[in-house]
């Protein structure tokens, strides 16, 4: 026995995500922080003021968090009806809300009560936002309309009745005070300008409107509903881009500090990152619920996504601290190590080589005098099973070989059993494991098939496998019949192909002839 091999364990390649910039961006936050909130979270604003608070709109309560804070700093809660929306105003210090009730509420961070309210709309206020002169607060409702109000003097200035359904979201310019856009259930989106009256711009989304969005040179808009995201040229009207990559309606919009991503949330509970210059998804997060609101902090140090179970998850950007660098010891140097190492033996010199011994794993070991089921039991540890699933995987392919597999998964008690099956159902499923772990899965069937009955943890794991194999085998022989059906393709190209290639090379072989006659 002192020649034995061990076995060889065979690597699988693993088809892993791409390790871009955006990955290691984005990737780079701690464990998100769940806060629960009293209804589904409609809205989330940050402050653009230090220290960036942010407000969040759910059921009938405004909450303004500190960035940090894990407990509401500031409540607004005088309201008759639900809340929908609430933002903040270019400086911070004031807060625009919308509410059920039709009323829109203009709060002072520092108070309670509101300073002013402006009542116009008959149905639910869905948006709300400050124009870029800050003395004027533009409204969207339910009742088709949107209302541009003056702050100082509490009055309605503008009506807007070009929408035919619901108005469900809006946002006004950051360069020019007159305009702001608004879309709506009718499938449209407007741009309005306050010194006309009417809109200026009106383009066809396709699907009721959940979310708009201006770039901040106002060049260029995004709208997003169903399951699209299209930007448009704002000076031309013109489609640019249209994302299809949800597979249900998107409800959100976001921009990053820089601008130079776009962020959007949908009820498949996915966030979607874009890149503004190739509008291709750079980078993806998932989350427990449907999405309904996005916002991110000044420079995207928080990722804060409200979800409709109320839950609100707010993500910190991990902080960058450099280490004490402390006074190390010095050690010998590379140099030193490696001295000699490519010395060339000379004429008179000696050369001793220095035996190495192989050390064999314990899982070789029992291979080595022949204790099969130790040695299938040492690859089925937690430790092995998840951090190396291929050690297990050579393993049984080595007891296949040898023709052991049956007598080192037979005689098990129900804990033995349950972890084999728990490894087989977790693992069967990948292609690389999966012509090993078949052949397993089905003797391990026949050994305990008899036995079935006994426990119902074990029955139920039965069940679990049987339908995976019977899955697979089902995968196996479809791909056998498409093989089937392009090798019979493939033949009859071949066919067509032949007799024009012979028939060519004789028409060349009979002008030659008459050439030399």
Not at 19 to 44: C, H, M, R
Not at 217 to 225: A, F, M
Not at 393 to 412: D, F, H, P, Y
């Amino acid at each position: 026995m002192a020649g034995y091999k061990p076995v060889a364990i065979q690597t699988y390649p693993v088809l892993g995500e791409k390790i871009t910039q955006d990955t290691l961006y984005w990737n780079n936050y701690k464990t998100p922080v769940q806060i629960k909130e009293f209804g589904a979270v409609s809205k989330v604003d940050f402050s653009p003021q230090s220290p960036y608070n942010y407000a969040v709109t759910a059921s009938s309560r405004i909450h303004i968090y500190g960035r940090y804070s894990q407990e509401p700093i500031k409540t607004f809660s005088r309201f008759k009806d639900t809340a929908y929306c609430a933002t903040f105003r270019q400086d911070g210090r004031l807060l625009v809300a919308g509410s059920e009730d039709g009323v829109v509420q203009l709060f002072d961070i520092t108070g309670r009560a509101p300073l002013r309210q402006f009542e116009g709309h008959t149905k639910a206020v869905h948006t709300v936002d400050f124009t870029a002169d800050k003395y004027h607060v533009v409204s969207g409702a339910d009742d088709y309309t949107v209302k541009l109000w003056d702050i100082p003097n509490s009055k309605e200035i503008l009506t807007f009745k070009e929408h035919a359904d619901y108005v469900r979201c809006g946002c006004a310019s950051k360069l020019n005070p007159d305009l702001f856009v608004t879309g709506s259930y009718d499938h449209t989106v407007k741009m309005f300008d306050a010194r006309t009256n009417k809109s200026v711009l009106s383009v066809e989304h396709g699907q009721p409107v959940e979310s708009v969005l201006l770039f901040p040179s106002g060049g260029l808009l995004v709208s997003s509903g169903g399951r699209y995201v299209k930007v448009w040229d704002m000076l031309k009207g013109q489609l640019l881009v249209s994302l299809k990559n949800h597979h249900k309606t998107v409800t959100c919009l976001c921009l990053s500090s820089s601008g130079q991503r776009l962020l959007s949330g949908s009820l498949d509970r996915k966030v979607k990152v874009y890149s503004t210059t190739s509008y291709k998804v750079v980078h993806s997060f998932d989350y427990a619920a449907s999405i309904l609101s996005i916002a991110l902090s000044h420079e995207d140090e928080t990722i804060v996504v409200g979800m409709t179970n109320g839950i609100l998850s707010v993500k910190h950007r991990k902080s960058e601290t450099k280490k004490d660098s402390l006074p190390k010891r010095r050690r010998p140097a590379y140099r030193t190590f490696i001295k000699g190492k490519n010395y060339m033996k000379q004429r008179d010199d000696i050369l001793i080589n220095r035996p190495t011994k192989k050390y064999l794993e314990l899982y070789d070991r029992d291979l080595k005098h022949f204790r099969v089921s130790k040695a299938l039991d040492r690859v089925l540890e937690p430790s092995c099973i998840i951090k190396t699933p291929e050690i297990t995987v050579s393993i049984i392919k080595e007891l296949n070989r040898r023709g052991v597999l049956a007598n080192a998964l037979a005689g098990r008690d129900e804990k033995e059993i349950s972890r084999v099956l728990n490894f087989l159902i977790r693992h069967l499923s990948q292609p690389r494991f999966a012509p090993v772990l078949i052949n397993a899965a089905e003797i391990i069937i026949d050994i305990y098939l008899p036995v079935i009955g006994q426990s119902p943890v074990v029955d139920k794991k039965f069940l679990v496998l049987q339908g995976l194999v019977e899955k697979e085998i089902d995968y196996q022989r479809e791909l056998l019949e498409t093989l089937g059906m392009m090798d019979m393709l493939f033949a009859t190209m071949t066919r067509k192909e032949g007799p024009s290639i012979l028939e060519h090379t004789s028409v060349e072989f009979l002008e030659n002839k008459k050439i030399e006659s």
